[in-house]
């Protein structure tokens, strides 16, 4: 069974910074693509950012310039590190990754999601 699990979010001031972590585990072939979304109270999930096994990775024009995806494709894990932040920032951020279990498949899974802060 796959599984990811974030860590990193917190309460931070507008301005300051946080790096968010997803590491996968369990038993599959490969990670075909990761990234991060996010929901802020009475709004919809939106996609943050996303990153494939080559590296090619694409922001929310929210976000563009403010944060950096990367990822560690030895060690399964994605990072979020996002600079900048500002209050409507906040929100749960959850770790995405397209998986596959076994060869030509591909599933999507989540994360439980870490809360992201920013107030002064």
């Known amino acids: 069974q796959v599984q990811l699990v974030e860590s990193g979010g917190g309460l931070v001031q507008p301005g300051g910074s946080l790096r968010l972590s997803c590491g996968v585990s369990g038993s599959f072939y490969r990670i075909i693509t990761m990234g991060w979304y996010r929901q802020a109270p009475g709004k919809r999930r939106e996609l943050v950012a996303q990153?494939?096994?080559?590296?090619?990775?694409n922001y929310a024009d929210s976000v563009k310039g403010r944060f950096t995806i990367s990822r560690d494709n030895a060690k399964n894990v994605v990072y979020l590190q996002m600079n900048s932040l500002k209050p409507e920032d906040t929100a749960v951020y959850h770790c995405d990754a397209a998986v596959a279990v076994v060869p030509f498949t591909s599933n999507e899974y989540w994360g439980q999601g870490t809360q992201v802060t920013v107030s002064a």
């Open positions: 990153i494939t096994t080559g590296g090619s990775s």
